[in-house]
């Protein structure tokens, strides 16, 4: 019933920045909240922050607080800005909503590619 759609993703030199979006298409009317995980190679997939209906906002670790941001424009897009980026920030993004009530993530995106070179 929701479509999630990840962009932003690419190629950067360590120390680089990328702004990753997550568009979402549907239902969309609830109140989501809505998140980014990511999936290294030969890892599990991992909670990097989430932001909720009102813009209140978790991440992952403080270290990650100081070099990644998320924001929401609207109901419907998300984004995530990362900067400082790190070979180890290497990883598949994934977009994910859930409302309040949800006790599990219901829907996900396909996931964008994030490469970062030394």
């Known amino acids: 019933q929701v479509q999630l759609v990840e962009s932003g993703g690419g190629l950067v030199q360590a120390g680089g920045s990328l702004r990753l979006s997550c568009a979402a298409s549907?239902?969309?009317?609830?109140?989501?909240?809505m998140a980014w995980f990511r999936q290294a190679p030969g890892k599990e997939r991992e909670f990097v922050a989430h932001?909720?209906?009102?813009?209140?906002?978790t991440y992952r670790s403080d270290s990650v607080k100081g070099r990644f941001t998320i924001s929401r424009d609207n109901a419907n897009t998300v984004y995530l800005q990362m900067n400082s980026l790190k070979p180890e920030d290497t990883a598949v993004y994934y977009c994910?909503?859930?409302?309040?009530?949800?006790?599990?993530?219901?829907?996900w995106g396909q996931g964008a590619q994030v490469t970062v070179s030394s």
């Open positions: 994910a909503a859930r409302t309040l009530e949800a006790t599990s993530w219901l829907y």
């Open positions: 932001i909720n209906w009102s813009g209140g906002s």
């Open positions: 549907g239902r969309t009317g609830s109140r989501y909240i």
